[in-house]
């Protein structure tokens, strides 16, 4: 009844193209279940005799519920659990355990059952695949995160894991998990179903429009734009990025045809997913810029797209990252703590809500004494006759600073 409540709650809510709200990504994130205890309801064995062990059902449906919690941040429709899938990644999580180490195309261990082994490389070839040097109750829920997000300077030329966990054409998909003899784990994530052909969809953007949790998206991390080949003539596109934060004074530009920009840029037209796809990673180096957080406003536009049908286009869309948790006030700070005015004149003052990315940055500024000076919701100060006052400001939070103002 939770799951079900859950994928509710995800189809209902408004799609990741519209400006959904923070409050909707909170909601959407917090309706998650995270289970404590072993992830395993029958242990693996990764010696001969292999055994392929079992997840628990709890473990198998948060990671799908996961998966479409992040799916539905892209506008994709959610996927199913399925048990053939599931079938085959745990035994390729035992197969790559085995052998310790990662290969889509897995040799055979000679002490290995050969069927073992057939429905093991049905999942190493066809899944999603990584190897963590630790090992946690969270651990598969944790493999879904890093492919999506595809972390890694070999993963960034084409950004294959997240285009197969984002592929609006897939329907199911499975899960696996085992511990090699030295302590690696490996997780499995079915990735090449293409159970649902006829889905509709334009493109598929990561960090995506609206609201979009910046705990999801790092400095190194880069964008992604996946684009339907049915509308999208990629190969023929002589696509330029053009990525800007305008509170921040951040301008970045990419030609991801020729691989130069402000930072790594590439068009790969690799059969990865359901499209060819826009990467492209901002260099931050010397900005000043330290991650991406809460009240961020990102644009993004893409000029020199070419459609199918050999016209012309451009795509934009705006990012506003938010945080998957309330973020209180902590502090106010006033630009001026004290100044001297005579009658008429007037002082633009700032106040800074610390941290910048709390929910709530509005402030409050009212006078002591208006008789001597003045002060609007702006801030802006206004001396009126001599004397002493002092100008406050107060946040949301209800913590206040003070410039003293003397009029002479």
């Avoid at 390729?92 to 059952?113: G, I, K, S, T």
Wanted: glycine residues 6%; charged residues 20%.
């Amino acid at each position: 009844m939770k799951r079900i409540l859950i994928l509710l709650l995800i189809l209902l809510l408004p799609a990741a193209c519209a400006e959904r709200t923070r409050e909707e990504v909170r909601a959407a994130y917090h309706a998650l279940t995270f289970s404590e205890g072993s992830p395993y309801a029958e242990l693996p064995a990764v010696t001969a005799p292999y055994e392929a062990g079992a997840l628990t059902d709890s473990v198998r449906t948060e990671a799908a519920d996961y998966l479409n919690f992040l799916r539905w941040l892209a506008g994709v429709e959610p996927v199913s659990d399925s048990a053939i899938y599931d079938y085959q990644c745990q035994r390729a999580a035992v197969l790559l355990a085995a052998l310790d180490y990662v290969d889509h195309n897995a040799p055979m261990p000679e002490d290995m059952d050969v069927n073992f082994y057939d429905a093991a490389h049905l999942g190493t070839s066809s899944g999603n695949i990584a190897r963590f040097n630790w090992m946690r109750d969270s651990i598969v829920r944790e493999g879904v995160a890093y492919f999506v997000r595809d972390d890694g300077e070999a993963n960034l030329p084409m950004l294959g894991h997240r285009r197969w966990a984002l592929d609006p054409l897939m329907a199911a998909t499975g899960f696996g998990l085992a511990n090699a003899e030295s302590g690696m784990s490996y997780v499995v994530m079915y990735a090449h179903d293409l159970g649902n052909p006829d889905a509709q969809w334009d493109s598929v953007l990561w960090p995506s429009p609206g609201a979009f949790p910046a705990e999801l998206m790092h400095d190194h991390l880069a964008w992604s734009t996946v684009l339907n080949p049915r509308e999208y003539d990629l190969a023929a596109s002589p696509v330029t990025v053009t990525l800007t934060e305008p509170a921040l004074g951040l301008t970045f530009r990419f030609d991801p045809v020729s691989g130069s920009g402000d930072g790594f840029c590439a068009l790969n037209l690799e059969p990865y997913g359901a499209g060819g796809c826009v990467i492209f990673r901002p260099d931050f180096t010397g900005t000043g810029f330290t991650d991406y957080q809460q009240n961020q406003r990102w644009r993004v536009r893409l000029d020199g797209l070419t459609r199918a049908d050999g016209s012309e286009t451009h795509l934009e869309y705006e990012v506003d990252m938010v945080s998957l948790f309330v973020q209180d006030a902590v502090n106010i700070e006033i630009s001026q703590l004290e100044a001297a005015l005579r009658p008429g004149e007037t002082l633009a003052l700032d106040a800074d809500v610390i941290p910048a990315y709390a929910d709530d940055l509005s402030v409050a500024w009212t006078s002591t004494d208006p008789a001597v000076a003045t002060v609007d919701q702006r801030g802006s100060v206004a001396a009126v006759s001599p004397g002493v006052c002092q100008i406050l400001c107060r946040d949301a939070a209800g913590h206040e600073d003070a410039c003293a103002v003397t009029v002479e």
